[in-house]
């Protein structure tokens, strides 16, 4: 019996750190311009997309590169990385930024046609059928305690806890972490500080698009199968995480990322796989309803 | 208390253009062959339920994101009680807009300390688990299956004759435009009443709207609960006019088709609800090649709008709008101040 246990343990930390990894996305603009930016989940599934172009331009089993796994995993990300991070920095400036500050849903009605855009751009794209995501790295099998996990499995808890320990020490340690910090507890005030407020909000659609990036490769290696409309899930679960660990709040949306994760992949197995989704939406709804601020998160009291 | 009308005619000449517009409407039943008619009663439900959701959306300034389940609630209700009991469809189809009222309320009390745009996600979240409900609960839904063979709505009066609606699309079409014109009514009333203003004021402050006096528990409740009733109606007309209902009609998807629909129309305007309505069920289905193109144009069109008039088309108003010029304002002079400092730096 404790074997399934582990072994639940093991599966839902691993999906659960990839839902961190895009809850990030979340928090850190919700933090900074608070708004949902609906867009973020698309953004990871065009970062699966691109990871699958620039497999397939280093040719049949990336021959252009000598067929180095490492190499191969890290120009996939690389790439990956690198597009979405362009792709979010230029929907802020197109699409955000100008309707920023000008009403309570604008924002969010650009976010959601942006989403929509996204989503049905990669649909004409790719295809509404699933792709395929090569495996690249070959698969052991490790034993313990009568569970089993994946070197895929250590490798994505691995780099998704790396990622984030960096994005933790960058915020707290340098010049344009305290930067962010500033314009997210008051942007008016940190901008009469000399603080360059749009610098601070591209750099953190950058960093929450680099991170979806590394999130869509992930995905893509573990479960072998990318399609168009995998950002729409994803994103709201990751959405679903950063609200569980307080929304704006760095710390927060790692842990939530985790506990959901566990949440879905104990639920799933008791429950039953189908209603996967139906259990991270009912905590998504019983935190809102009961502790709004999230786990980690303060309880504001609305402004006047 | 009345308002001064949107055109600015006279109330006769106003009166005229509406009593124009009707016999046109009557008269496109006349004329128009079944497949303009199919055009035009697809055109009707998304009319209903665009207002339900303007109710919510635009009055109340609640941003509802899964409004379509209403609408599912709707037609399973019709479905399974016709199927399974043999209730007849003129019972089903207020108690479907009770049940769906019900379940508007029922959903939507523990989102009324909410703010925006956690609203938005929590009934996105509901819309999502109304779905997945009736898509895994075999037993009652039959699963992605469906229900198959509701029966067609029929009118007997005894001693004149059987009115049997079939798949006589001329009959639904004449069946919507009394549907539409009812919440057309019932809405612009609605709006113009007591409650109507209350749900103002709370679009424009909640807070303030509160210390005024205004119950914004009950006038929220009232939205939710109203906006999901029409959408049950629509609902109800769907099962009873397709004879099927299954999960994938339902989806968020159509969700966000209703609320382009009211956000681009104008969230505000029945009129823009209306337009907006023609505009995105009409439009796409007349140009079939364009299809497929349909939701990524909705997509360009929804950023564009936020951009360039975030009222709507037709609308007048936008949520917030006095109290956020005032901040845009701010925003204006502290953009100056920066970029004066980092000059001098």
Known sequence: MAAVYVQQIINGLTIGSVYALIALGYTMVYGVLEMINFAHGDVYMVGSFLGLLVLALMGPSASLVGGSVALVLALTLLGAMAGCALLGVGIERLAYRPVRGTSRLGPLIAALGVSLFLQNAAMLIVGTRPKAFPPLIEKHLYHVAGAVFTNLQVLILAASLGLMLLLDQFVRRTRWGRAMRAVAQDAEVASFMGVEVNTVVILTFLIGSVLAGGAGIMVGLYYGIVDFFMGYIAGLKAFTAAVLGGIGNL????????LLGLAESFGAGF?????????AFAVLITVLVFRPGGVLGEQLPEKV | MTRAPVTGLSNVSRGALVGLLLAGLVAFGLVADEYLLDIGVLVGVYTILGLGLSIVIGQAGLLDLGYIAFYAIGAYWTALLSTHFGVNFWVLLPTSAAVAALFGVVLGY????????????????????????????????????????????????????????????????????????????????????????????????????????????????????????????????????????????????????????VVIGGAGSLAGVIAGAIVFIALPELLREAARYRMLAFGVAMVTLALVRPQGLLGRTWVGEERDEDRAAEAGVARGITSRVSGGS
Not at chain 2, 195 to 205: F, M, P, Q, T, V
Not at chain 2, 228 to 254: D, M
């Open chain 1, 251 to 258: 710390r927060g949306a790692m842990l939530g990322g985790l």
């Open chain 1, 271 to 279: 429950i039953g796989a189908q209603w996967r989704d139906v259990i």
């Open chain 2, 110 to 261: 523990p989102t009324l300390r909410l703010r925006g745009d956690y609203l938005a996600i929590v009934t996105l979240g509901f819309g999502e688990i109304i779905r997945i409900t009736l898509n895994n609960w075999r037993e009652l839904t039959n699963g992605p299956m469906g229900i198959m063979n509701i029966p067609h709505p029929r009118i007997a009066v005894s001693g004149v004759g059987v009115l049997e609606f079939g798949l006589k699309v001329q009959t639904y079409y004449y069946f919507v435009l009394v549907l539409a014109i009812m919440t057309v009514f019932v809405v612009r009333r609605l709006i113009h009443s007591r409650i109507g203003l209350a749900w103002k004021a709370i679009r424009e402050d909640e807070l303030a709207a509160g210390a005024m006096g205004v119950d914004v528990r009950r006038a929220k409740l009232l939205a939710f609960g109203l906006g999901a009733a029409f959408a049950g109606l629509a609902g109800s007309f769907f099962a009873g006019r397709a004879g099927f209902v299954s999960p994938e009609s339902f989806t968020f998807a159509e969700s966000v088709l209703v609320v382009c629909i």
